[in-house]
């Protein structure tokens, strides 16, 4: 591991997963702590390795959050490369452990805390509705029409408050 980080050759790093214990991302931590303090420039990013969501022992416990001004294929590949990301470790009940540059961890523990929830709420009620439309619920359309562009309203306040 520390070899492969030194030769370097890649974009970025997986450097927490799931995991079958928290000893394994603790391990990769510290090595790629010592390689940053050693001089060496590694992009961390994550990733849950669940391999489904349906009874996924490891759903949703890691993730890479990368800021970009558009959803795209390439401004999500420039933000990594550009490192303009951030990984994140969750085990069930437990606090976040975020990866990455002082500036951006700062902002995405900001995030976590203050908007992400705001918007996971809008989505699961929308996601609920869907769900009542699909089960033939007559009124569901037009509750969910009522929604409509909530999450959108609710991103581009958090931008003119400076998040």
Known sequence: YRQFLKDGGFDALELVNGGDTPDENEQQVAIWQQA???GMHVIPTASDDSHGTINGQWFDICRTYVLVKANT???????????RCVANLRYRNESSHFYGEARM??????????YFPLHDDLCIEEGRLMKEHV?????APARLEMLRGQTLALAKRALQCGV
Do not use: C, N, T, W
Request: aromatic share 6%; charged share 35%.
């Open 105 to 114: 961890v700062s902002y995405l523990m900001f995030l976590e805390r203050e």
């Open 135 to 139: 089960l033939g619920a007559p009124d």
């Open 36 to 38: 940053r303090a050693d």
């Open 73 to 83: 294929k390439q401004d999500i590949l420039d933000g990594i490369r550009g490192g």
